[in-house]
């Protein structure tokens, strides 16, 4: 990202989902307060051998509405299993970012994956905990700075500083991460309206159940910058209770958000575990 550069992007418009591409069929879901966007770069490297389906999670941008202030994993799981049912796609390989890994292993606990991609996955933590709570406060803590930036100037809010200090929290090399995918993150966040609906309700999801008796093939990706859920805490209970069969693997200097600094890497990541699923050998 060029924080110098005054060039005009090309307009952002909300996305309910990126559908391209033909071949064995891939999910791609995003993380808290973000859209499909993220995903574009890897869904266009993916479309020439899958085909690609991004969502937008109910409540954020793009994504359907939904009533009253408690929304949860399942709920959002059961939005995405309506969609997967509305393409035909009894299963499918997965791949999540954050809050969408999360949400990745519901879905593979409900018999629809075929594989599982997990990129810096959210829910790492027993129900309660410290760790959930230091995780709350964190997403709590980046409220005022949306509320904010929604009645700011289009100008200020998308600013150089304002993108970089999104690049920051987002990248590791914000050099890397386009200026349209971080520009649809700040438009993301403000538009999210299931931010203070899912903080308020966080401490009520249930916890991830026994990940050892889980037996969809499952590549963890642990992103060694990152700034959000760092691996050292939220990485442990992966670590601990995925089964041996379990690809682990930590990727060097990218952030929470590696799609949009490294869409090149983490697609190879995710097609080599659809690889290995079709012919039977585990990726390594």
Known sequence: MTSGTTRPTPPLTPMKAIHAGSGDPLLLLHGFMMSPHCWEQVAQRMAGHCEVFAPAFAGHWGGPDFNGWYIDVSALAD???????????????IAGNSLGGWVGFELARRGRARTLTAIAPAGGWETPSTLQLRVGLKFLSMVPFVEIGKR???????SAPARQ??????????????????????????????????????????ALEDLSTLRTPVRLLMCENDRVIPNRLYAKRFLQELPDSADRILVHDVGHVPMLEAPDRIATLIAEHVYASRTRLRAV
Request: charged share 20%.
């Open 152 to 158: 700011l100037p289009h100008a200020l809010s998308y």
């Open 79 to 93: 939005r995405v299993e309506d969609q997967l049912d509305e393409l035909g796609w009894r299963t499918c390989h």
């Open 165 to 206: 200090a999104v690049a920051f929290l987002l990248s590791k090399n914000t050099s890397a991460a386009s200026r349209r995918g971080i520009e649809a993150a700040i438009t993301s966040a403000m538009n999210c309206k299931a931010m203070l609906p899912m903080l308020v309700s966080g401490l009520r999801f249930p």
